[in-house]
T-cell receptor, first 114, second 118 residues
């Protein structure tokens, strides 16, 4: 069964600095998709970025980029130029080829300091 | 357009009562998912609907939980004889398609229903 591990329960970052949120995964499948979601205090899960297992380049979406290391089974989220509004819970998730569901990690709480 | 809408946003009930949670997916989305978010268990998949196909109920924790999706749109998650361990945030998501070869069918989530069982 697939498993997502986020080892950082909480992180602090200074406004305007970059931060990396760690995510490792475990799967026996060769084909899968990796997702990052942001959950602010309002509760809604907001999609940030996607990386496919066969994508040759790391995904980027504005200030978000994904440091994808397939051999290490890691998919770390990098947020550049942190803003106060980035303070939220961040979840890494995976979908396997035969799965309809997303499997989520435990999440990392990010606090951006002014 | 409008996002995924869930109602009520908060629900307080007494142990043993039945509750119904509603989800309105994004218009045109054929796939609908229910997840549960609790402190002890994190985010867990409950059930998945795709068009007129039989739902994937593999995540439902007990037979007290059921869900239906009428007309391929609105879905209702029903919890019978609620227990205190059912207290959680119930999240609904929808996506435009769910082809097994399409990993990147992004699931868009609602704000959830916070259920408190006293």
């Amino acid at each position: 069964a697939q498993k997502i591990t986020q080892t950082q329960p909480g992180m602090f970052v200074q406004e305007k600095e970059a931060v990396t949120l760690d995510c490792t995964y475990d799967t026996s499948d060769q084909s899968y998709g990796l997702f990052w979601y942001k959950q602010p205090s309002s509760g809604e899960m907001i999609f940030l970025i996607y990386q496919g297992s066969y994508d040759e380049q790391n995904a980027t979406e504005g200030r978000y980029s994904l440091n994808f290391q397939k051999a290490r089974k890691s998919a770390n989220l990098v947020i550049s130029a942190s803003q106060l509004g980035d303070s939220a819970m961040y979840f890494c998730a995976m979908r396997e080829v035969y799965g309809n569901k997303l499997v989520f990690g435990a999440g990392t709480i990010l606090r951006v300091k002014s | 357009g409008a996002g995924v809408s869930q109602s009520p946003s908060n629900k307080v009930t007494e142990k043993g009562k039945d509750v119904e949670l509603r989800c309105d997916p994004i218009s045109g989305h054929t796939a609908l998912y229910w997840y549960r978010q609790s402190l002890g268990q994190g985010l867990e998949f409950l059930i998945y609907f795709q068009g007129n196909s039989a739902p994937d109920k593999s995540g439902l924790p007990s037979d007290r939980f059921s869900a239906e999706r009428t007309g391929g749109s609105v879905s209702t998650l029903t919890i019978q004889r609620t227990q205190q361990e059912d207290s959680a945030v119930y999240l609904c998501a929808s996506s435009s398609r769910s082809d097994r070869a399409q990993f990147k069918n992004i699931q868009y989530f609602g704000a959830g229903t916070r259920l408190s069982v006293l």
